[in-house]
């Protein structure tokens, strides 16, 4: 099992000594809540700290549990329970049902509750009330503890326990620790309690918790008006700068105001865009005031480009430091290691220059148009594109015009040209279309049909595909949502296909669809007991009848499974387990098993050992003769439900997850320089946009 902790702890650098042992700085000692596996040590810990006496015991699945009792006294230590699946209730690692299971459990993240945020001085913020201190010594240390304590004959939970048993146990645990940070719960982790404690954090983050900094916060003065305004509208005594169309250059800590409009940094030779993120169709009250960095304004670009967000709260550093930005940026050496800091506040800007001995920061208004006025014409424009592709209204096409494009397609899958033929003369299941196109690979979309257009939409990705500068490659899975209340309705999967198929003819050459393990009319393709593939199958005859059914089926039938291209490898679910040439790859529709396990596999954890594992993608690299962490992306299998791309996921150098059908806005990988660049968009009401703009 891989660790999903493993390089992504740091350690918190401002301690303090509270009996002997090292907390962070600004906890206070009534925040502490410490848990772990049995056997971690959390009895010993609360006796030494002299917290509280006696375990207690929180149901994370009962929705109020951050109101228990059991929570009322603190530091102490608790037992957490878990949801699994197949179990209405809670269970612990030690219950019985979890000991003598015959499989390894299913833990569903997703029924964790979380405390709701608040920054009402009036309401508790039940995010920042606990800090939970995730005790988590090695597997092998546990194992010796309780092996020793289980002849003294008091702990029944160590009976019958093997070393793989506490293993499960410990990765239980770290999941759940990292869920909960992801969650914004306070969360930290230690190995021993002689030994520090370590954050949770991404390479380049540098937005260190409150608790975890030894720096105090501005207190305002009193004395003056702009004291109690600061104090009562929680404003920081920050200069205002005023951006202009002349260049000035910034010496200072400044405050850009979130205006609508665009600014641009210019340090030495690198230009910097930022622009307000205001998606189309939304109401004003619901946009989060964030801001985009790109490296130019993407239509002007000869090239499709990635771009940086800035959310509401973030700080992020600006220099060669910041890996994420240099793999977007590729800065210039005018840039230092940490030039400057960016910090968003409620959406205004706060810049703080780190590097006075480096080139000096700049900036300009870049055009004095409102972000809302521009939308106007490069999205405008991309929307007239969509409909000159697809039609003046997004909804289902006749069941004539439909039959007629999904036979083009097939027509154009028969004879792709970067596809070579099988032995028996048929379309090879490996895609390798021209490295030198830029790739843009999108995860599951799973009938969000607004994702998809706001896909389209953005990044003036139509004009790239057009230009022959772009290429776009679906992970299959397009079809039948995951919303629970709409796993039965197949109308949006019908359009989602639509728009592919004409997207497809339109593009032939430039868009392409891999296979998943929703592409099919299986009887045994079920969602939360739902026959998903049936269900679509009676639709589509319904609406279209058996010709066109046979012609979906076909479609199934030809779709290539693996994109390979000289730097990067992408499928729908998975690598195979066993050793794999690229002649095979091409038949793989001979070779069943190998099918089941790339449509259907997924990542190894606590609960899916059956899963594959680094060695698994190291192997499927060199068999398809590519340099070593040359980017693997698939999809198919979320690891959590915050977030929609997963980089180095597994701690698998290289190995990517992306996921594109999330309500909030879809997700895509954008390949440049050989590195794999995630880009998020806001979740946009475009069929409806669309539908209603006149001719």
Known sequence: MIDPLKKHLVPIEDLQDIRGVQLPVRLNFVQLVVTGPPGAGKTHYINHIHGWPNEGYVDLTRKGWWKDQTLTYRPREVHLGFPFKGFSEAITVFDKEWLESEEPLFLELHRIQIPPASNNIFQTNWRTRYIFEFLLPDPEIIFRRRMERHKEGYFPVDKNLTLEMVRRQLDIYREVALYMHMAQMQVYVREEISKPPMRIAEKNDVNVPKWARADSEHKPDLKTLFGWKSLLLRQEAIEWFTVTDQLQVLKNECRIPHDGKTFEMIIGEQRLVFHPEIPIGVKKKNIKKNWLISPSKACAANTINGFARITVGEKVLIGTDNLQYEE?????????????????????????????????????????????????????????????????????LPPVEALASIEEVNAILRDEPCREKTDSGE?????????????????????????????????????????????????????????????????????????????????????????????????????????????????????????????????????????????????????????????????????????????????????????????????????????????????????????????????????????????????????????????????????????????
């Open 328 to 396: 977007i940026f590729h800065f210039s050496k005018s840039v230092a290691r940490r030039h400057l800091a960016v910090t968003n506040i409620k959406g205004d800007l706060k810049i703080t220059p780190l590097d006075d001995d480096k080139t000096a920061i700049q900036i300009v208004r870049s055009e004095d148009q409102d972000i809302r006025e521009r939308i106007g014409t490069n999205r405008y424009n991309a929307i007239l594109g969509i409909r000159a592709i697809y039609g003046d209204s997004i909804i289902m």
């Open 427 to 695: 379309p090879g299941a490996l895609l390798e279309p021209p490295d030198d196109l830029r790739l843009v690979i999108v995860g599951d979309l799973h009938a969000q049909v607004d994702n998809f257009l706001v896909i389209l939409n953005e990044n003036c990705l139509l004009s790239h595909l057009d230009a022959n500068r772009a290429c776009l490659v679906i992970l299959g899975d397009a079809i039948h949502s995951e919303i629970p209340k709409e796993m039965e309705n197949m109308d949006s999967s019908i359009l989602m296909m639509d728009l592919i198929f004409k997207l497809k003819c339109h593009f032939p050459e430039n868009v392409f669809y891999i296979r998943g393990n929703h592409d099919s009319f299986d009887s045994a393709l079920s969602k939360s007991g739902v026959s998903q593939g049936i269900l679509m199958r009676k639709r589509l005859k319904e609406l279209r009848g058996d010709e066109y059914v046979e012609e979906m089926q076909k479609f199934y039938d030809l779709l290539p499974m693996v994109m390979k291209t000289d730097s990067c490898v992408a499928c729908h679910a998975a690598p195979p387990r066993k050793r794999i040439s690229r002649k095979k790859l091409i038949n793989l529709r001979s070779y069943p098993e190998i099918c089941h396990e790339i449509l259907s596999n997924r990542l190894m954890r606590s609960h899916y050992l059956a899963g594959y594992e680094k060695r698994d993608v190291k192997q499927f690299r060199k068999s398809l003769k590519l340099p070593k962490q040359a980017p693997f992306v698939v999809g198919h299998t979320p690891l959590d439900p915050f977030n929609s791309f997963w980089k180095n996921a597994g701690n698998i150098k290289g190995h990517h997850i992306i996921y594109s059908g999330r309500e909030e806005g879809p997700s895509l990988f954008l390949q440049i320089r050989k590195k794999m660049i995630p880009l998020t968009y806001p979740a946009e009401p475009l069929t409806k946009i669309i539908n209603e703009i006149k001719q």
